[in-house]
């Protein structure tokens, strides 16, 4: 949009006076920049010339100079309303927004101002580091999300990335989890071999769902026999990966087994809890679960051995560590140890990354997370 200001004549009637006949007004249009200075020319009209002459051809010509000019503008203004249209100069830079608002979590949560942060229409990284922190905090910030406490801090040099890639007026600001505490119970398994079905119940209580142990393990599906039939080569019993294997009180000839990630996620699933499977995965996928407020079921080697091997009804190999026991993260902290809920004696726990890694391990990694 241009100013451009134009001797308009107030009075038509030619006795009017030269000295008070001219009211300059400023007439406000949307003109490309050549329509513009074809309109003006070279400059002002200069009207001192008619002061020697006439009343009235002084008048007739500023009436007709005047009428010319605010008639060009109208002309003008047509054309760009009738779609008449220039090319943006090369380099020119689009309509910059009056304020970037700075999401997070789904939220916004301040105003960024384009002047403070740019230099010559462009992001400029050291400003907008210095103006991102002053106006996201500097040190830890603590959010609940359901049943857990998340402790994360504003990665001020991520956020410079998403300002200038910002697009629409918006951007996110980019925060980096420190920290992490689900709710859970403590509880402890009612039998020898229920371990599975105690921290079910655990893991279930982190997202609202309390069901007790006992339910849950009648509700697990079943494989094989209570006790294993035969005897080398032709041992068969059942199929971790199938159902619960065993005797749960134990007892028998081998003692009872348990169950595997599978059978204990389509149990969840028909409660109405969805579960995602992390079972193979790196640590780092447990870590990154608990750090967004997500309980892990994780299935652990108390010992390393003794082993069994077998043959499921379904002809199967199966091999299983006797050790096996199930525990339920509910935490990390900042030096990355992890918080358990451990249903063996139903006591809380606090492991480092090296001893939950080797204990996960010795069970093939195994787990399953909450979905958030």
């Known amino acids: ?86 090319r943006r100069p090369a380099g020119a830079s689009t309509e910059t927004p009056p304020t970037i608002t700075l999401m997070a979590g789904g939220r916004p949560i301040a105003e960024v101002d384009p002047a403070r942060i740019s230099v010559g229409g462009r992001v400029d990284a050291a400003r907008a580091r210095r103006e991102l922190r002053r106006l996201l905090p500097a040190g830890d910030v603590t959010a609940n999300s359901g049943r857990a406490r998340l402790v994360y801090r504003y990665d001020i040099g991520a956020t410079v990335l998403a300002l200038a890639r910002a697009d ?99 149990t969840a699933a028909r409660l109405g809890v969805q579960l995602d499977d992390l079972s193979g995965g790196s640590p780092g996928r447990v870590y990154g679960a608990l750090r967004a407020g997500r309980a892990v079921m994780a299935w ?25 026991h199930t525990v339920v993260l509910h935490g990390i902290r900042r030096d990355g140890s992890v918080l358990v809920s451990n249903p063996l004696e139903g006591t809380r726990e606090r492991w480092s990354p090296a001893e939950f890694e080797e204990l996960w391990g010795r069970l093939g990694r195994r787990a399953l997370a909450t979905r958030a």
């Open 1 to 86: 949009m241009y100013d451009v200001e134009v001797p308009v004549l107030v009075g038509a009637d030619e006795h009017d006076a030269p000295t008070e006949c001219r009211d300059n007004r400023r007439i406000r249009a949307s003109l490309p920049d050549q329509m513009l200075l074809r309109l003006v020319g070279s400059g002002p009209v200069d009207t001192s010339r008619a002061r020697g002459r006439s009343r009235s051809g002084a008048g007739r010509r500023r009436i007709t100079v005047a009428g010319a000019l605010v008639g060009g503008v109208v002309v003008a203004v047509a054309l760009a309303a009738g779609g008449t249209s220039t």
């Open 300 to 324: 652990i080697g108390l010992s390393d051995g003794p082993f069994g091997e077998w043959r499921s009804p379904a002809g199967r190999r199966v091999r299983v560590n006797f050790g096996e």
């Open 168 to 266: 629409g007026g918006r951007a996110s600001a980019v925060r980096r989890p420190v920290s992490a505490v689900v709710a859970a119970p403590v509880v402890r398994q009612a039998q020898r071999n229920t371990c599975e079905s105690a921290a079910l119940e655990i893991l279930l209580a982190t997202v609202g769902r309390e069901v007790g142990q006992a339910r849950l393990q009648r509700a697990l599906p079943r494989s094989g026999p209570l006790d294993p039939r035969g005897s080398g080569a032709g041992r068969t019993w059942g199929d971790p990966d199938r159902g619960y294997v065993g005797r749960p009180d134990g007892g028998g000839v081998a003692g009872g087994f348990g169950v595997y990630p599978a059978p204990v996620r389509a």
